[in-house]
């Protein structure tokens, strides 16, 4: 007879205290499958002083990246593993990167006869720059690796319809389904956290981004487009809350660009802080090239932000519509400005598209996609014991 519950094992090369999209996902998802009384087991990276919360962690142990100094990579080895998944009783793997304990997963569901499940989070073949010669090559060497990848999983999940066309263009054989990941915990209403903690004036427009201080996020445009804004609209201020290698650099770059004093690095915050400063925004910006979803453009919708962001695969389905919910521009600084002063200069508009955001971002449910991914895995298992 079927048990009522599932127990699945999450390989993971990124996780607490780390702070990502991919995190983020496997959280709200782990959440969501506990909460429907699954029982979900996380294989990740060690890191160096951080105390676990929780018994069901797995922790291997990991080195200090070279590229990005608060990263940790896992030792993918473990002579006992394939015994402790046996004891735990596991039902399915479902890994979240195709290296090293992304990799590990799969071994080991190959090992054991389970159902193997990929989640397509980044795209890889895009974050190249990190590697300092023969990026070309390396790109097109990371996209085939994740297309074999891929082939050998019994199904991939992607975010957005786009990433899906992009993995089965590449040659991606095995089943691909969307499922994004949900929304949230987004809609705090004290629009006076983030003015009072940062001393920012009432009437003062704040223009917010979100997420990793990295190359691949496309900030130095952000920062040459919000020159322009303040050459308009001097009284506007960006505030740029994360981390990343890039921070000092961008900081360097504000400076050149005469625009210090209108930009805001606040570094990294804690989810419930980064919750309160959405409130106290009034437009999210967003310029990042390589999304597979964007899941701070939900996030901002949820506190009932609109948008502007760069065109590119996964984001522009964050959005309903072109000017419902946002603005989506082409990665031209002008004409990503000329959205946002739109937005600044229209309060009824700027509030109406955000009353919007908060209607459109239901369809980001985390309780409605986590009985979806409760369905995707009992289809799994019920047919490997055919």
Same mark, same amino acid.
Do not use: W
């Given at each position: 007879m079927e048990r009522e519950f599932m127990r699945v094992g999450f390989f993971t090369d990124s996780y607490k205290p780390y702070t990502s999209g991919v995190v983020r996902s496997i959280e709200t998802v782990t959440a969501q499958l506990e909460a429907q009384n699954h029982q979900v087991y996380?294989?990740?990276?060690? !890191?160096?002083?951080?105390?676990?919360?929780?018994?069901?962690?797995?922790?291997?142990?990991?080195? #200090?990246?070279?590229?990005?100094? *608060?990263?940790?990579?896992?030792?993918?080895?473990?002579?006992?593993?394939a015994a402790r998944l046996?004891?735990?009783?596991? *039902?399915?793997?479902?890994?979240?990167?195709?290296?090293?304990?992304?990799?590990?997963?799969?071994? @080991?569901?190959?090992?054991?006869?389970?159902?193997?499940?990929?989640?397509?989070?980044? @795209?890889? *073949?895009? !974050?190249t720059h990190y590697i300092p010669i023969g990026q070309v090559t390396a790109s097109r060497a990371t996209l085939k690796f994740c297309v074999s990848f891929c082939n050998n999983c019994d199904l991939v999940l992607v975010p957005t319809a786009a990433v899906a066309a992009y993995l089965k263009q590449a040659g991606v054989r095995t089943p691909v389904e969307c499922l994004p990941t949900g929304v949230t915990g987004f809609? %705090?209403?004290?629009?006076?956290?983030?003015?009072?903690? !940062?001393?920012?004036?009432?009437?003062?427009?704040?223009?917010?981004?979100?997420?990793? /201080?990295? #190359?691949?996020?496309?900030? *130095?445009?952000? /920062?040459?487009?919000?020159?322009?804004?303040?050459? %308009?609209?001097?009284?506007?201020?960006?505030?740029?809350?994360?981390?990343?290698?890039?921070?000092?650099?961008?900081?360097?770059? %504000?400076?050149?660009?005469?625009?210090?004093?209108?930009?805001?690095?606040?570094?990294?915050?804690?989810?419930?802080e980064v919750a309160q400063c959405y409130a106290g925004a009034d437009v999210f910006v967003f310029p990042s090239l390589t999304e597979t979803q964007g899941l701070v453009i939900g996030e901002a919708k949820a506190a009932g932000l609109p948008v502007v962001a760069v065109r590119a695969f996964g984001t522009g389905e964050m959005l309903t519509g072109q000017g419902v919910d946002g603005f989506l521009t082409p990665p031209v600084e002008y004409e990503f400005a000329q959205r946002v002063l739109q937005l600044l200069g229209d309060d009824e508009l700027r509030r109406e598209m955000g009353r919007r955001s908060r209607e459109s971002v239901t369809q980001l449910d985390p309780a409605n996609l986590g009985r979806r991914l409760e369905a995707i895995y009992r289809g799994l298992v019920e047919a490997r014991r055919v």
């Open positions: 996380i294989f990740a990276p060690a !890191y160096p002083g951080f105390r676990e919360d929780s018994g069901q962690v797995y922790r291997f142990a990991s080195i #200090q990246s070279p590229t990005n100094r *608060d990263f940790y990579l896992a030792l993918p080895f473990s002579a006992h593993l046996r004891k735990l009783g596991l *039902d399915i793997i479902h890994v979240h990167s195709p290296f090293l304990l992304g990799g590990l997963g799969a071994r @080991m569901a190959r090992r054991l006869h389970l159902p193997l499940v990929y989640t397509y989070h980044t @795209m890889y *073949d895009r !974050y809609t %705090a209403t004290d629009r006076s956290y983030l003015r009072q903690r !940062y001393r920012i004036g009432d009437a003062t427009p704040v223009c917010l981004f979100v997420g990793r /201080l990295g #190359q691949e996020k496309n900030l *130095d445009f952000l /920062l040459r487009s919000f020159a322009l804004v303040s050459a %308009a609209r001097p009284d506007a201020l960006l505030v740029v809350i994360g981390s990343g290698p890039e921070e000092e650099n961008l900081v360097k770059t %504000a400076r050149r660009l005469g625009i210090q004093d209108r930009v805001l690095f606040t570094g990294l915050l804690p989810h419930e």
